[in-house]
């Protein structure tokens, strides 16, 4: 097996588990490049059907080719789609940093969303090589009733021997990325040809790295405008992936305190 069919088969080996071991469950739907392999992936788990809700749950400042998007691929793919809006950013703590404070408004978000559909468990795109708090995840990590999450007291996961059995009332996100990689994700994308938003392609010496917010996600200096040549810009560059995540430059723990409380 190639490296690509290899995580392929894990992932796919994930949604399997998941799905059959736990009630009530869903997908997290961010629109970007992560969570679009995580749909194609489900469809491939489930020979072509995706079985579960696919949830966004929409703060309204998203670019419009997201929305554009969305809009296509929820009808193309046939998902069960659910739209959930986030509470307005005066309604977050006014302590937390600007950006960090809007993006507060997408962990709120989540909280009423799990709160009126009673999920038991989410599927969520994150990866381990994104940034540096995710890197303490788990694949089924377990949460409170409210999406809390306590990094310190994780189950172990040796092996690949994923703990599926939790007490009542806890919440699990699943995470079938997170041995992933961004260039993975693109080598992934090029082979399957799946369906890219053009913001993650340069324009005017620009072009995306990481999809958020309009009003706090800022492009990256790239003249990459077709994915191999990404490819080719990822295996030298320097920058991070979410170097244009206007949060990520804030205080250094608020990060990390968004993902306690439930950002995904």
């Given at each position: 097996?190639?490296?690509?069919?290899?995580?392929?088969?894990?992932?796919?080996?994930?949604?399997?588990?998941?799905?059959?071991?736990?009630?009530?469950?869903?997908?997290?739907?961010?629109l970007g490049k992560d969570s679009?392999?995580?749909?194609?992936?489900?469809?491939?788990?489930?020979?072509?059907?995706?079985?579960?809700?696919?949830?966004?749950?929409?703060?309204?400042?998203?670019?419009?080719?997201?929305?554009?998007?969305?809009?296509?691929?929820?009808?193309?793919?046939?998902?069960?789609?659910?739209?959930?809006?986030?509470?307005?950013?005066?309604?977050?703590?006014?302590?937390?940093?600007?950006?960090?404070?809007?993006?507060?408004?997408?962990?709120?978000?989540?909280?009423?969303?799990?709160?009126?559909?009673?999920?038991?468990?989410?599927?969520?795109?994150?990866?381990?090589?994104?940034?540096?708090?995710?890197?303490?995840?788990?694949?089924?990590?377990?949460?409170?009733?409210?999406?809390?999450?306590?990094?310190?007291?994780?189950?172990?996961?040796?092996?690949?021997?994923?703990?599926?059995?939790?007490?009542?009332?806890?919440?699990?996100?699943?995470?079938?990325?997170?041995?992933?990689?961004?260039?993975?994700?693109?080598?992934?994308?090029?082979?399957?040809?799946?369906?890219?938003?053009?913001?993650?392609?340069?324009?005017?010496?620009?072009?995306?790295?990481?999809?958020?917010?309009?009003?706090?996600?800022?492009?990256?200096?790239?003249?990459?405008?077709?994915?191999?040549?990404?490819?080719?810009?990822?295996?030298?560059?320097?920058?991070?992936?979410?170097?244009?995540?206007?949060?990520?430059?804030?205080?250094e723990d608020s990060f990390e305190?968004?993902?306690?409380?439930?950002?995904?």
């Amino acid at each position: 097996m190639s490296a690509l069919d290899d995580l392929e088969s894990q992932s796919i080996y994930i949604f399997r588990e998941a799905f059959n071991r736990l009630d009530n469950i869903a997908m997290l739907w961010s629109l970007g490049k992560d969570s679009n392999v995580m749909i194609w992936l489900a469809r491939k788990a489930f020979f072509g059907h995706v079985p579960f809700p696919v949830v966004h749950v929409d703060t309204e400042k998203k670019f419009p080719e997201m929305y554009d998007f969305r809009d296509r691929y929820a009808a193309e793919w046939n998902l069960n789609f659910i739209r959930e809006t986030c509470p307005p950013i005066e309604d977050m703590d006014p302590d937390l940093p600007p950006a960090t404070r809007s993006a507060a408004r997408k962990t709120a978000g989540l909280k009423a969303m799990l709160e009126k559909h009673q999920f038991s468990g989410v599927f969520a795109g994150i990866r381990r090589d994104e940034e540096g708090t995710r890197a303490k995840e788990r694949v089924f990590s377990p949460r409170g009733q409210t999406g809390q999450w306590d990094f310190r007291d994780q189950p172990p996961e040796f092996w690949d021997q994923y703990k599926t059995d939790f007490p009542p009332e806890t919440h699990v996100r699943i995470h079938p990325l997170l041995h992933w990689t961004e260039m993975d994700i693109w080598k992934y994308t090029h082979r399957e040809n799946i369906p890219v938003i053009p913001l993650y392609f340069s324009q005017n010496g620009k072009r995306y790295r990481s999809l958020g917010d309009k009003d706090i996600t800022n492009p990256v200096e790239s003249t990459a405008a077709t994915i191999p040549e990404i490819l080719t810009e990822l295996s030298t560059t320097k920058v991070a992936e979410r170097s244009g995540r206007a949060m990520d430059h804030e205080s250094e723990d608020s990060f990390e305190r968004l993902r306690a409380d439930g950002y995904m």
